[in-house]
């Protein structure tokens, strides 16, 4: 895939739709060609009462000039982000960092997401499609209200496998019990992963234990998204610390201590 | 005729904007989004003599028009940042500004010695380090302690010295007039604040490290006032830092005594601001009929 020139530009807030459980899609004229999933951007929230820093967020889609977001509003930046209407600017540097790999190669394609790690699965359902390649995504949130996108993956094909923890939909119990269920006799392939770091770390060693190789999407604090602060590390299997937003946020799950 | 540039003692800058360190990297990120030669200088991150590995995380926090890091001088060592880091720099003609720290005195003499006999144009002495030797205390907080340093340093190298001053002491001026005394070629100030931000659930503080540095808008008062009060103490020339976001910010450090300026934090927040504020320094000097920056500094009044 073509690699898109990083740029920071004010773009136009093109659609705000909030979704259930505090959940929107932003849509923002971004003009970038393209990305791959797994990649971010750093939007700059409305300065409102000493909000200093960038927040990083997924690049979920880019339909022509337009890239979509999907975020929850779970503190004041991203509470301020929900404010903003369409029609007003918003300052977007990206894309950011490196993506999921083998996209397009991988025959039996299989994402494990959990809450907003659905995002950049959105995409890839299209790369996925368009490579005329089966999908299936094994999706885990708490309850129903939490699954999104259930409608866009169904038209994109996806094979949706779902779990939640109260049972409201799907599997009752743990994405990993249900991987376990489906997968009891042979492994994946390849998987992408992209979801709190909990499930991050039960998938890195589900597909250990499977021998199945495995991207881990992880998500860590960041101030800058440029690879200048170093606040944003991990530690890789050398025991040295490496940038998330630089080297990551996708590293091969062998590869990093999570 | 109009002379963007900056001369600190015997250290020429074409403008008198410099990347803080730590801030920057190595100059390799940011040059996606300007070419970095059009720094009047760049800071590295902090160089150590042997590499270190830094601190676990979390290691920032947000705080109100601020941030915490505690990095924890993660960096490549002094020896890997001359084979693989300063080439770029060289080929790019960026002037260099090698920021160094040392957990002991003979450290610091070791890595100033090693940069002697390479390219860059200064050493900016970050004296906000413990020193393992004095049961921890930072150099920069012991007057006599930061006047050693300064003083080791400067007679195993010969280029522009220029010395970091910690806001976390006492009297800053008093360490400032020690430092001078000792053969600092200029002063730059400030580094971070200590501080902490502590979760209330957990009752832990929320950087892994307990406490760390502050920096960004919320420093900038701080930092004005100490450039302001040093300015009126010392001969050298001051390098004001401390939460420069705009143009505004850069006046007031040059009124305040500071003959050249450090964008550190902002860079995180708009990877192309050195470059705009360069720019808008250079518009706002010649609309106001000036023929150097110069002629801005210490013109303050009323103090
Ligand atoms: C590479 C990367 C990709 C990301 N992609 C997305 C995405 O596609 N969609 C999305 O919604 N978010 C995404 N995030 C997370 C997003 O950046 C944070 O949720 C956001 O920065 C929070 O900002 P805030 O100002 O609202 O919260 P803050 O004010 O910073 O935090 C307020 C409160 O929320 C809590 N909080 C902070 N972050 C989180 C979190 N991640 N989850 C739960 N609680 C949190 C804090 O602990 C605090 O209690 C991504 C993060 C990274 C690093
Ligand atoms: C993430 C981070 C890392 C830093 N690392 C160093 C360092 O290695 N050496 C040093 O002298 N100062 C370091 N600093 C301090 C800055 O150079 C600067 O003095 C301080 O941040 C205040 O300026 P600001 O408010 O513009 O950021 C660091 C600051 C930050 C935010
Ligand atoms: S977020 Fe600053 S180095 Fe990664």
Redesign the pocket.
Known sequence: MKASLIQDRLCDVVYQIPLSANYYRLGLHSQIDQFTPGQ?AMLA?PQIAG?LLR????L?KQDGPITE???????????ALSQVDVGKKIWMLGPLGHGFNEIEKINEGIAVAGG?GI?PFYELAQIRKNAQKPFTIYYGARTQSDLLYLEQFAELGVTLKISTEDGSMGFHGKITDLLNQDFAERAPQKIWSCGPMGLLSAIKKWSAAKQTDVEL?I??A?GCGTGICLGCVVKDQNGQYIR?CKEG?VFNGASIDV | MFDYSVKLKNLKLKNPVIAASGTFGYGEELNDFFPVENLGALSTKGLSLKPRLGNPMPRII?TPSGMINAIGLQNVGVEAFLEKKLPLLEKRQVTVIANIFGNTLEEYIEIAKILESSSVAAIELNISCPNVKAGGMEFGNDPKMAAVVTEEVRKVFSRHLMVKLSPNVTSIVEIAKKVEAAGADSLSLINTVTAMVINTQSKKPMIANGVGGLSGPAIRPIAVRMVAQTYQAVKIPIVGIGGITELNDILEFMIAGAAAIQIGTSNFTKPKIAQELIDQLQNHLKTEGLSSPQELVGTLEGF
């Open positions: 971010f929230v909000v927040r990083p967020f997924s979920a977001i999907l975020y929850k509003v779970v503190g004041k930046g991203t509470q907003y995002a999407s998500e860590e960041m998330a946020p | 947000e």
